[in-house]
């Protein structure tokens, strides 16, 4: 940890160089003025109930296509029940987030709490003072966040040095290369086209594939542009506009230690000549531009398998292994393809087993201590365990189940009876809550070492097989460009930054 936040304080230190950060700062927002709930209200740190009397928080948070309706889930009422605190619940789309949290802030109506989704807690917490500081407040009301993310927690601090949101840990192995891109290797074969290792390889598969299906997708995708990022990596590191705020300008650090944007390289512009030949092509899908999840997943699933590459993560979250075990078979990870210079590379996000402001609380919310009570339940193995897949235990799971061994050979520590799936459920929330995940943890799942990968209770073995055949060999080499660590600016310091490379080309347009 030591070595990584030198490298960290090497790395502000060159961008302070490199782009000219002022020291003027932000105004430093005052703490937020919140009523405190009365102590009387409140049981012992650490004991459930958290209150001694029922009380409402309302909460914004990210919706999921397969959970029907938060309010009504299983794992709400057991939350619920369990804390003594009762949640109203807002589920918003993670595309249009942003604006819905923009037009709450500004027109005074948002809730108690925002869960799960990613706030600019620059302007709404250091800036404005809307987002309460929570660092006393997690000190007093929260030992399994102290405990157990006592690493990270000083991580979180923004640049006037008080802590706007709580982080969440998520050390899945495959998260650290997350930009798959999913080849449906069974019509390649199918049709007699080779699986392409270099930029030419699938620059041919895709004019084959048209040839043999015009009414065929070759890269199907929704608004992120996933897939212009994996392609871009074959010319130059690209990290994914999910990484953090920075990835949104291409900020990475280049061989001589500055933080730079890819998409001021001539490298970049070379990959976006090819991207234009594939676009050109018809490779690229038009409703890539505009398409959501939930219209992505509805296309990949379409009769006829049309898709022939999609980006994700993890295959499962657009194709239900249960339900469609066949398609779901159908698709492999593509290995990053080599690009005109032998450049061959997948990003390694180093420093991604952390997500910064999963849980902040606003100056509405009366009962903070409560809040902070309740988001800390979700900080223990078993616990996230519950929210991920449901609380009956013997039924949707086994804690530390006899004789059975995880996926990294050690015994196991649960066993997952009700695997992930993307039909429509009210019983879990599975993929959202506040996740506290370690690496132990995630490879202590039970799995039987003969297990198919496509089963549907192998997603974990899936993605961990994947991930270190297909991923982890094409990690960036030393002495080339790297992912950016998170840099917490003031909100001047950021628009000094993003304006001028924005300018440079620093954003995708489709001309």
């Avoid at 930029?199 to 995708?221: I, M, N, R, S």
């Avoid at 398609?327 to 420093?351: A, S």
């Avoid at 009570?373 to 609380?391: E, H, M, N, V």
Wanted: aromatic content about 10%; overall charge negative.
């Amino acid at each position: 940890m030591k070595k990584i936040w030198k490298k960290t304080a090497a790395v502000i230190l060159s961008a302070s160089m490199v782009l000219g950060l002022g020291a003027c700062g932000s105004k430093t927002a005052e703490p937020a003025d919140s009523a405190t709930v009365s102590k009387d209200i409140l049981n012992e740190v650490g004991t459930y109930p958290i209150v001694k009397e029922p009380i409402t928080l309302t909460m914004m948070i990210m919706s999921k296509s397969w959970i029907k309706d938060y309010n009504t889930n299983d794992f709400t009422k057991y939350l619920e029940d369990l804390t003594g605190i009762n949640l109203e619940i807002e589920a918003v789309d993670w595309e249009t987030s942003n604006e819905k949290i923009n037009l709450a802030m500004s027109g005074g109506d948002y809730p108690d709490i925002i869960m799960c989704l990613n706030p600019d807690v620059v302007k709404y917490g250091v800036k404005e003072g809307i987002l309460l500081q929570l660092e006393d407040l997690i000190e007093q009301n929260m030992p399994n966040y102290t405990a157990n993310m006592k690493n990270y927690i000083d991580m979180t601090k923004q640049s006037d040095g008080h802590i706007y949101g709580l982080a969440e840990l998520n050390e899945a192995y495959h998260m650290y290369y997350p930009d798959k891109l999913w080849a449906n290797t069974y019509k390649l074969d199918q049709m007699g086209i080779k699986v392409p290792d270099t930029t030419d390889e699938l620059y041919q598969a895709c004019k084959a594939y048209l040839e043999k299906e015009p009414e065929g997708v070759c890269f199907a995708d929704w608004s992120k542009g996933l897939t212009l990022n994996w392609l871009m990596n074959a010319f130059i590191l690209t990290p994914n506009d999910d990484h953090n705020d920075n990835s949104k300008i291409k900020a990475v650090v280049s061989p001589e230690g500055k933080i730079v944007s890819a998409a001021t390289q001539e490298a970049y512009k070379e990959g976006l000549k090819y991207i234009k030949s594939l676009y050109d092509l018809g490779a690229v899908y038009e409703g890539n531009f505009s398409n959501s999840e939930d219209s992505l997943k509805s296309l990949v699933n379409q009769e006829g398998e049309p898709v022939l590459f999609f980006p994700r993560n993890y295959s499962a979250a657009y194709i239900d292994s249960s339900a469609s075990s066949e398609l779901y078979r159908h698709y492999e990870v593509l290995p990053p393809v080599e690009g005109p210079t032998g450049l061959r590379q997948t990003p390694f996000y180093r420093y991604d087993s952390v997500y910064e402001n999963r849980f902040v609380v606003t100056d509405k919310c009366k009962y903070p201590e409560a809040a902070l009570r309740l988001a800390d339940w979700f900080y223990t193995d078993k616990t996230d365990l519950i929210a991920q897949y449901g609380s009956e235990e013997e039924t949707d799971w086994v804690w530390k189940p006899e004789g059975k061994t995880g996926i990294n050979g050690e015994p196991a520590m649960y066993d997952i009876l009700n695997p992930y799936s993307t039909e429509v459920q009210n019983h879990d929330w599975q993929v959202t809550g506040m996740m506290y995940a370690s690496n132990a943890f995630r490879l202590g799942q039970a799995m039987d070492p003969t297990l198919d990968k496509y089963d549907p209770a192998a997603l974990e073995k899936l993605l961990y097989e994947e991930t270190k055949n297909k991923m982890e060999p094409y990690a960036p080499k030393a002495g080339g460009y790297d992912i950016l660590p998170i840099l917490h600016m003031t909100s001047e310091e950021k628009d000094s930054i993003s304006v001028p490379l924005v300018e440079a080309g620093g954003l995708y347009c489709r001309k």
